[in-house]
């Protein structure tokens, strides 16, 4: 057990329960914030005298509106509106749908309890992760908070746990697909939830895009769709042993959610290889060329923020001879050619007969297989328009 004398403690979940770990700061009254990152997946736990006051999250799902809108609690349109009032004002989100009208004060409350209950949940799936507690640490809210007590929290999350390891030996994976039964297909009577699932099983999605569809809870939606199993109107019917599948064999339109997600967790492989495997379908889909280059202007974001900066100035690590034994499109031996050691990212990528997003995509090849170092500052600001 850690010392509780100590303002800072750091550590990897696979060595330390998630468990024992807010055990010890509800115990020990700490006051401060729970940085927990497992991958691209970053989470924020904010306590004081050992109560949840607070959590936040990088996952979609996870945020104030997407969470509203799986409840229920409002509409597309009314988020919209939030999120444009809230660019003017500042305002937090939750004030913002109060103001409108969508719910009361009581309601924001019980909204964010639900929020923050999910997203300490969603912890105890994870196999590991880093974390650090800052002692002391906490925003200067203007936001609405909430106090729960850790010890509820912890027995739920423990036993969300434990059942995910039955939940597992149906599915797997979050790649398996589904099917419904003649008696799915001939249900009635189904609640809302239970309709909207069924409806994007029909759509040959995998559990993976359904998940990103409903915008409900992982396990929440793990949960439902076993028991969907188990009732007899669902079944696996495709990649139960969790391979992935070949992303060009996809549906576009789920192809298109996969993409979204490794943006929000900013996998740039994978958003790299989802782009390649749509682009070339994207002018045989309704509205596709529109969805596709916002994902490019997206993926062009991400490697700015982290990978490559505008500022930096490339130089050639290979000698000449290795480079003319190096196999190069007419495209990359352009940008190659151009590289003099004293201009930076931004003027090559102005000057470059290809794309913003395709001249840094030729970059990324070129640091992978050593052929280039970037030098110079690393102030970000990419180029726009």
Request: charge should be negative; glycine fraction near 8%.
């Amino acid at each position: 057990m850690p010392d509780s004398s100590s303002s800072q403690l750091a550590g990897n979940l696979s060595t330390m329960s998630l468990a024992d770990l807010l055990q010890w700061l509800c115990l020990g009254r700490k006051t401060g914030t729970l940085h927990l990152q497992n991958g691209r997946v970053r989470k924020q736990v904010y306590l004081h005298e050992g109560h949840l006051v607070s959590a936040g999250s990088n996952i979609s799902r996870e945020r104030l509106g997407q969470f509203l809108l799986h409840h229920g609690r409002i509409t597309d349109g009314d988020l919209r509106a939030a999120l444009s009032a809230q660019a003017s004002n500042n305002k937090p989100l939750g004030e913002i749908f109060c103001d409108m009208g969508l719910m009361d004060q009581a309601g924001l409350i019980n909204i964010l309890q639900l929020k923050a209950e999910e997203t300490i949940y969603d912890l105890f799936l994870w196999e590991e992760g880093n974390f650090h507690f800052n002692a002391g640490e906490l925003p200067d809210w203007s936001v609405t908070q909430i106090r729960l007590d850790l010890t509820g929290l912890i027995m739920e999350g423990v036993r969300r746990k434990d059942e995910m390891g039955l939940i597992r030996q149906t599915l797997p994976s979050n790649r398996v697909r589904l099917a419904l039964t003649d008696r799915g297909r001939n249900a009635s009577g189904l609640e809302a939830f239970d309709r909207s699932l069924l409806e994007l099983v029909q759509r040959k999605l995998s559990v993976s895009g359904i998940c990103s569809q409903s915008r409900a809870p992982e396990f929440v939606l793990l949960k439902r769709i076993h028991d969907l199993i188990e009732q007899g109107l669902l079944s696996v019917v495709e990649d139960g042993s969790g391979r992935q599948l070949p992303l060009d064999q996809l549906p576009f339109d789920e192809c298109l959610q996969h993409c979204h997600s490794f943006l929000e967790d900013e996998d740039l492989p994978a958003v790299v290889e989802c782009l390649a495997s749509l682009r070339p379908r994207a002018g045989e889909e309704s509205g596709g060329p529109a969805e596709v280059e916002r994902l490019v202007t997206s993926a062009t974001e991400l490697i700015y923020s982290t990978m490559i900066s505008p500022n930096l100035v490339p130089k050639m690590k290979r000698s000449l001879d290795t480079l003319v034994s190096m196999t190069f499109s007419a495209e990359e031996g352009f940008v190659v050619s151009s590289i003099d050691g004293t201009t930076d990212i931004r003027s090559l990528v102005q000057i470059s007969p290809v794309s913003e997003y395709d001249t840094l995509l030729i970059f990324r090849r070129l640091l992978d297989e050593g052929v280039i170092d970037l030098t110079g500052t690393a102030d970000i600001q990419p180029r726009r328009g």
